[in-house]
């Protein structure tokens, strides 16, 4: 079966579109309990207050905001590395471009919901809106955020639009009716004329190219919420390309996992090639050499120059987060370099298996970003307790993270069943649009 041949791709994807095997439905099952078990976590989170997590007056800010920051550093990923391949018009793009276009959008939709679980009076988060303040960086973080989600579902949305119509046209799709007729609405009054795909290459052109510079604007934002307080730790110059990179960083590695899992469940391995896994591990390299640099600079600064309170934060850092400290910072950067770097090491499975790691690592960077300074005071706290100075995750958001995580595995099981992974539109000659 040729891989550049659209209608062979739609027959190929048909029967995953049409039905759901029972491993399927064990998997979805296991999704939904997930998310359902989130959901009961957040009850007791709503009923009981915030007693039940390890928040406190001093670390106000925990497991959370960690959360927040990973899920929309992996969709600012997503948007720059789907726009940008979009934009090149690179051939081996085609068959791994919309698992980063869902990526984006999906994590998108679950970053938000992590920073309104730090908010004690959910049922005054509408005053955000109402009365927010400009000058606030929180207002900034909305905006921008609600602007990236408009930006992403309008971008996805013209990837997909070539896809809605093959579906509902192709006449030996066997779904249910709301399906064909849920197609039939998308597709809206797609021909597939040459006028048509004119105006559709330049919309997409135009909205990858505003999806990157969203991408970078809004992470930078979210970066601005630390650096442009006075705390020690956060208040730094170098925060909103050191965010950046760090969240391409993380995205890549994610899209890495993606590609793996889809490549052994859809058995698309001669779509989804080594010579895949090698272009986005070197990006992954690439990256990395640059979160290493802005990890080196940002510490060695803090270190050298021996003020107090960064000295305190450095020094608890190498005290209570050691083990972490090096897992992150060194093993983060050190392990895709050498993988990818080394020729014989530079295998599917070595590249993956690189790619975890740097998902686990660059989680924990976010968390010694975020606890480490808020357990570092300005005023020392002297006879408290310990669980007021000092902060632990709770069941409570351990489980919100797995139902997170659970959402994130649910929605791409649910895109994938929708439209196929591998888009048929983008296998299309590009010699069609003039």
Same mark, same amino acid.
């Given at each position: 079966?040729?891989?550049?041949?659209?209608?062979?791709?739609?027959?190929?994807?048909?029967?995953?579109?049409?039905?759901?095997?029972? =491993?399927?439905?064990?998997?979805?099952?296991?999704? #939904?309990?997930?998310?359902?078990?989130?959901?009961?976590?957040?009850?007791?989170?709503?009923?009981?207050?915030?007693?039940?997590?390890?928040?406190?007056?001093?670390?106000?800010?925990?497991?959370?905001?960690? !959360?927040?920051?990973?899920?929309?550093?992996?969709?600012?990923?997503?948007?720059?590395?789907?726009?940008?391949?979009?934009?090149?018009?690179?051939?081996?793009? /085609?068959?791994?471009?919309?698992?980063? %276009?869902?990526?984006?959008?999906?994590?998108?939709?679950?970053?938000? =919901?992590?920073?309104?679980?730090?908010?004690?009076?959910?049922?005054?988060?509408?005053?955000?809106?109402?009365?927010?303040?400009?000058?606030? &960086?929180?207002?900034?973080?909305?905006?921008?955020?609600?602007? @990236?989600?408009?930006?992403?579902?309008?971008?996805?949305?013209? *990837?997909?639009?070539? +896809?809605?119509?093959?579906?509902? @046209?192709?006449?030996?799709?066997?779904? *249910?009716?709301?399906?064909?007729?849920?197609?039939?609405?998308?597709?809206?009054?797609?021909?597939?004329? &040459?006028?048509?795909?004119?105006?559709? %290459?330049?919309?997409? +052109?135009?909205?990858?190219?505003?999806?990157?510079?969203?991408?970078?604007?809004?992470?930078?934002?979210?970066?601005?919420?630390?650096?442009?307080?006075?705390?020690?730790?956060?208040?730094?110059?170098?925060?909103?390309?050191?965010?950046?990179? *760090?969240? #391409?960083?993380?995205?890549?590695?994610?899209?890495?996992?993606?590609?793996?899992?889809?490549?052994?469940?859809? /058995?698309?391995?001669?779509?989804?090639?080594?010579?895949?896994?090698? !272009?986005?591990?070197?990006?992954?390299?690439?990256?990395?050499?640059?979160?290493?640099?802005?990890?080196?600079?940002?510490?060695?600064?803090?270190?050298?120059?021996?003020?107090?309170?960064?000295?305190?934060?450095?020094?608890? =850092?190498?005290?209570?987060?050691?083990?972490?400290?090096?897992?992150?910072?060194?093993?983060?950067?050190?392990? &895709?370099?050498?993988?990818?770097?080394?020729?014989?090491?530079?295998?599917?499975?070595?590249?993956?298996?690189?790619?975890?790691?740097?998902?686990? *690592?660059?989680?924990? !960077?976010?968390?010694?970003? #975020?606890? &480490?300074?808020?357990?570092?005071?300005?005023?020392?706290?002297? @006879?408290?307790?310990?669980?007021?100075?000092?902060?632990?995750?709770?069941?409570? %958001?351990?489980?919100?993270?797995?139902?997170?995580?659970?959402?994130?595995?649910?929605?791409?099981?649910?895109?994938?069943?929708?439209?196929?992974?591998?888009?048929?539109?983008?296998?299309?000659?590009?010699?069609?649009?003039?």
């Amino acid at each position: 079966m040729k891989a550049d041949n659209p209608t062979a791709l739609l027959k190929r994807f048909a029967p995953d579109l049409e039905k759901t095997s029972k =491993l399927g439905v064990a998997w979805i099952i296991f999704c #939904v309990l997930l998310v359902l078990l989130g959901i009961f976590a957040l009850i007791t989170q709503i009923t009981r207050g915030h007693i039940v997590t390890g928040m406190r007056d001093n670390v106000v800010w925990g497991i959370y905001i960690v !959360n927040f920051i990973f899920f929309m550093g992996i969709s600012y990923a997503g948007a720059l590395i789907s726009g940008t391949l979009h934009l090149f018009r690179s051939d081996w793009r /085609k068959p791994i471009i919309r698992m980063a %276009e869902f990526l984006t959008i999906f994590s998108l939709l679950i970053g938000p =919901l992590y920073i309104m679980l730090c908010v004690g009076r959910l049922d005054k988060l509408h005053y955000l809106v109402i009365f927010g303040r400009i000058q606030s &960086p929180i207002t900034w973080d909305v905006i921008a955020i609600s602007t @990236d989600i408009i930006g992403c579902f309008l971008f996805l949305y013209l *990837a997909l639009l070539r +896809d809605f119509a093959r579906l509902r @046209d192709y006449p030996d799709l066997k779904v *249910a009716k709301w399906r064909k007729k849920l197609y039939r609405w998308l597709a809206i009054y797609w021909k597939d004329t &040459p006028e048509q795909r004119r105006r559709l %290459e330049r919309s997409t +052109d135009i909205m990858a190219g505003m999806v990157i510079a969203i991408a970078i604007i809004v992470y930078s934002v979210l970066a601005w919420i630390f650096s442009v307080t006075l705390q020690p730790g956060w208040h730094s110059t170098i925060f909103g390309p050191y965010f950046v990179i *760090a969240a #391409v960083y993380s995205g890549t590695a994610v899209l890495i996992v993606i590609m793996w899992i889809y490549r052994k469940i859809y /058995k698309l391995e001669d779509l989804i090639t080594r010579k895949h896994f090698v !272009n986005i591990g070197v990006v992954m390299l690439v990256l990395g050499a640059f979160f290493g640099y802005f990890t080196f600079s940002e510490y060695l600064t803090k270190w050298y120059g021996s003020e107090k309170n960064d000295e305190q934060l450095i020094s608890i =850092l190498f005290d209570r987060y050691y083990w972490l400290f090096l897992f992150s910072n060194y093993a983060g950067v050190l392990v &895709p370099l050498i993988v990818v770097g080394l020729p014989k090491l530079r295998t599917i499975r070595w590249i993956t298996l690189a790619a975890v790691v740097v998902i686990v *690592a660059l989680w924990i !960077n976010r968390y010694l970003i #975020v606890v &480490p300074t808020l357990e570092t005071p300005y005023l020392p706290v002297q @006879d408290a307790r310990d669980a007021w100075v000092h902060y632990r995750g709770t069941w409570v %958001e351990w489980v919100l993270t797995i139902g997170g995580i659970g959402s994130l595995c649910l929605f791409f099981t649910i895109g994938s069943k929708m439209v196929p992974i591998i888009p048929l539109s983008v296998v299309e000659d590009d010699k069609k649009i003039d």
